[in-house]
C-alpha cells in the first residue's frame, strides 16, 4: 500500500482525493489546507486526519507519497519539503512560477531518485498520444507549423476575482492556468521551440491577469508555432483543447475526443490512408479501474502510482519536462510585458 | 420504470465523441422551443420521461409541460442533478462558500454572513438538502418519479468514501418529493456494492452500457454479472458508445444482456427516434 497525504483540498485536490480514494494499492491517509472548513468537512465524515501545515503532516503521517494541488505560488515551498523528507511527489501544473525553481526541483527529484510528476492530464488522453506517435513516426512528414488553442468560461464577467486564480502573485491568469496545458501538449508532440517570438497578454474582465494569451513559437529545425488560449470565452461549455499539425505530407487535427488525419495522394502510414482518416477516442483510450471526470485524470495518478512502486524518477510529465514548459511560460510572459 | 426514455445531450452542446457535432446541436436547439419540438416528437411516440440534466432552460420546458396538462397528461421528468460544470465553474471564479451562496435557494445564503455558511458546508447532510432543493425547485408540479444523481457528484462520494451521502439523499428525495432515488455512475460495480452495504437494496442505477465496453469501469463481464443477478434496476445509457457501434448492432446487444430495465437515448429528429425506437421494440420483446 502506498500511503499518501494531499496538501491543499481544493477542486484538483478533491479530485485526486476520489480517485487516489478508489485506487485499490493507496490508501489516502492525510490532508492539509489551510481554510479549516473544507478539511474539517473531511475528517468530520471519512475520519481522516487533518492538518493546517503540511510539514506536520510529512513530520507525522508516516506518508510515501504527497499530492501537492496548491495554488502555483506555494508548490516549491512544499515539493521540495517532501523531496527533501524523502517522498515521492506528485504536482498540481504548472510546476513553479519560476523556471529556476522548477528545474531545482527537478534536479532535486533526480538526485533522491522519487517518483516525480506534474499534472498536464493531456498526456494521458489517446487522441494526443496518437497524434504525437504519428508526428514522431514522420506520418504527416516534416511539420512546419503547428497551433495550439485553448477555450473555455473560467472569467466570464467583471467582478470574478474572489480566487487566487484571479491574483498574479498567487499564480493565477490564463497564462498558467489554460495556457501552460496547451504549451505542455505542443511540447509533447513536437518538443520544446528554441524561442518565442511573440505573445500578448490580453485582458478582458480580470483587473489583475490576462484572461487571453497569443503567442509565436520558432523551433530548432524552423518550424513555426501559434499559441491562442481565452478562458472568458463563453461558447465554450468547458475547458476545449486542440491541436493542429501541418507536415510537408499532411495535416493532423487533434481534439480530446477526435484525432482526424489528412495524408496526401501517395502517402501512407500503416493503417492510415490518403485522405482524411478519423480516429475517435473511444478506440484510442485505454479503460481505467476507477472512472471520475475522463480517464486521463485517473490514468496520470495509476502511471504516479506505478513509478512510486517501481522507485523510478523517469517518467512520464516529469518535473523535468514540466521545467521545459515554465520556461516557455516564463517567455511568454517576458514577450507579453515587452509589447504591454 | 419504463423501457425507453428520452435523454438530453443533445440539446445542450454535450457530445462525447465530437466537438463539431456538439456546437452543430448547441446552433440547432438554441431555443426552448426547438427543443420542444423535439421531447413533442418523442411523447407523440409513446416515449413519455425525458432524463434531464438540471440546466436553466429544463425549467422552462417544466414550465411548459405544467401549464399544459391536457397536451402532457402522462409526461414525466427524471431529473440528474447537478448540472456539475456550473458549480465547477463558479468554484473556480470565486471559490467555495461564494459558490455555494450563490446557489443557495431563495436567498437563504444571500443573508447569511460568511461564518454561517461555512458552519452549513460543514454539515453535508444539510447543505445536500438545500442544494437539491434549490434544484428541484424548477420541478415544482410536474412528475419527478425518479431524481438522479449526476454521474460527477456520484462517483466523487464514491471515490471520497462519503458514502452515507447516498441513503440520506434517497430519504430527503423520498420524504420531501415522493420520488425514488437513482444514481449515474461510470463505475457500477463498485457502486452498487456501496449502495447495497448502505442499505440501498436493488438501487436505481443508470450507467455506460455499450458492446465495445466504453466507460464501463470494472469491465463488462462485471456489469453483466450485476444485471443477471438483478441487484439494481438499471437504465443503459451511452448504448451506441457516442456513435462508435452502428445503431443496430448496438441496440441488439444491449438488449440481449439479461437484467436490463431501461435504455435511455438521445434524438434530434423524428426519423432517428423511429428508428431508435422500432429498433428497441424489435430486439427486446415485451
Redesign the interface.
Known amino acids: 500500500m502506498t500511503r499518501v497525504g494531499l496538501i491543499g483540498a481544493?477542486?484538483m485536490g478533491?479530485?485526486h482525493?476520489?480517485?487516489?480514494?478508489?485506487h485499490p494499492r493507496v490508501k489516502v491517509v492525510a490532508v492539509c489546507d489551510s481554510m479549516s472548513?473544507?478539511t474539517?468537512?473531511?475528517r468530520?465524515?471519512?475520519g481522516i486526519e487533518t492538518f493546517k501545515d503540511f510539514r506536520k503532516m510529512i513530520e507525522t503521517a508516516e506518508l510515501d507519497a504527497v499530492f501537492v494541488a496548491t495554488p502555483t505560488a506555494s508548490h516549491f515551498e512544499a515539493a521540495s519539503h517532501a523531496l527533501e523528507r524523502g517522498l515521492h511527489v506528485f504536482v498540481e501544473k504548472p510546476l513553479c512560477l519560476d523556471p529556476a525553481q522548477s528545474a531545482r526541483l527537478a534536479e532535486l527529484a533526480r538526485q533522491k531518485g522519487k517518483a516525480n510528476q506534474v499534472g498536464y492530464h493531456n498526456r494521458f488522453i489517446g487522441t494526443f498520444q496518437e497524434t504525437r506517435r504519428l508526428v514522431r513516426g514522420g506520418a504527416i512528414g516534416d511539420v512546419y507549423h503547428l497551433s495550439g488553442s485553448a477555450f473555455g468560461?473560467?472569467?466570464?464577467r467583471p467582478k470574478?476575482g474572489?480566487?487566487w486564480?484571479t491574483s498574479k502573485s498567487e499564480g493565477g491568469g490564463c497564462l498558467h492556468d489554460y495556457a501552460s496545458h496547451v504549451v505542455d501538449l505542443m511540447n509533447f508532440v513536437v518538443g520544446v521551440p528554441r524561442d518565442v517570438v511573440a505573445a500578448q497578454l490580453r485582458r478582458i474582465y480580470s483587473k489583475d491577469v490576462e484572461d487571453a494569451v497569443y503567442a509565436t513559437f520558432r523551433y530548432a529545425d524552423g518550424a513555426s508555432g501559434h499559441l491562442e488560449t481565452n478562458w472568458s470565452d463563453a461558447s465554450h461549455?468547458?475547458m476545449?483543447t486542440?491541436i493542429v499539425l501541418h507536415g510537408t505530407r499532411g495535416k493532423i487535427v487533434t481534439?480530446?475526443?477526435?484525432c482526424r488525419v489528412f495524408l496526401r495522394e501517395g502517402t501512407e502510414f500503416e493503417s492510415y490512408r490518403p485522405g482524411w482518416t478519423v480516429r475517435?477516442?473511444?478506440?484510442l483510450q485505454a479503460?481505467?479501474?476507477?472512472?471520475?471526470?475522463g480517464?486521463e485524470y485517473s490514468a496520470q495518478i495509476d502511471a504516479f502510482i506505478d513509478a512510486v512502486e517501481h522507485g523510478t524518477a523517469e517518467h512520464e510529465n516529469s518535473f523535468a519536462s514540466a521545467s521545459e514548459t515554465d520556461w516557455i511560460i516564463d517567455l511568454i510572459q517576458k514577450a507579453g510585458q515587452e509589447r504591454s | 420504470m419504463d423501457r425507453i426514455l428520452f435523454g438530453d445531450n443533445q440539446f445542450f452542446g454535450v457530445n462525447h465523441m465530437s466537438e463539431e457535432k456538439a456546437r452543430a446541436q448547441a446552433m440547432q436547439f438554441k431555443d426552448t422551443a426547438s427543443i420542444m419540438r423535439v421531447l413533442d416528437i418523442a411523447y407523440e411516440n409513446g416515449i413519455r420521461v425525458f432524463m434531464c440534466t438540471t440546466y436553466d432552460r429544463v425549467g422552462e420546458i417544466a414550465d411548459i409541460v405544467r401549464a399544459n396538462p391536457g397536451r402532457y397528461p402522462d409526461f414525466q421528468f427524471y431529473p440528474c442533478m447537478p448540472y456539475a460544470h456550473k458549480y465547477a465553474n463558479s468554484v473556480g471564479e470565486v471559490g467555495i462558500i461564494e459558490t455555494i451562496r450563490r446557489f443557495a435557494p431563495g436567498g437563504l445564503m444571500e443573508t447569511m454572513i460568511k461564518g454561517a455558511v461555512s458552519a452549513v458546508t460543514q454539515d453535508i447532510y444539510k447543505l445536500m438538502e438545500i442544494l437539491v432543493d434549490s434544484e428541484m425547485k424548477r420541478f415544482a408540479d410536474v412528475k419527478t418519479p425518479v431524481v438522479f444523481v449526476q454521474n460527477v457528484v456520484t462517483d466523487l462520494l464514491l471515490g471520497l468514501g462519503l458514502d452515507d451521502v447516498f441513503p440520506a439523499f434517497a430519504h430527503h428525495i423520498q420524504r420531501k418529493y415522493g420520488s425514488e432515488a437513482g444514481f449515474i455512475t461510470m463505475n457500477l460495480p463498485r457502486l452498487v456494492d456501496v449502495l447495497e452495504s448502505k442499505g440501498l437494496r436493488n438501487p436505481i442505477v443508470c450507467a455506460n452500457i455499450n458492446k465495445i465496453g466504453f466507460r464501463m469501469s470494472g469491465g463488462v463481464d462485471a456489469y453483466r454479472e450485476l444485471l443477471r443477478a438483478r441487484r439494481c434496476r438499471a437504465i443503459a445509457m451511452s448504448v451506441f458508445a457516442s456513435g462508435a457501434i452502428p445503431p443496430k448492432e448496438a441496440i441488439e446487444w444491449v438488449c440481449g444482456l439479461a437484467g436490463l430495465d431501461s435504455i435511455v437515448f438521445g434524438a434530434s429528429s423524428a426519423a432517428n427516434i423511429r428508428q431508435t425506437k422500432a429498433l428497441i421494440e424489435q430486439a427486446w420483446p415485451t
Open positions: 481544493g477542486k478533491i479530485s482525493y476520489a480517485i487516489l480514494g478508489a472548513y473544507v474539517s468537512a473531511l468530520k465524515h471519512t468560461q473560467v472569467v466570464i470574478s474572489m480566487t486564480r461549455r468547458k476545449s486542440t481534439d480530446r475526443q477526435e475517435y477516442i473511444t478506440d479503460p481505467v479501474a476507477f472512472y471520475l471526470r480517464e
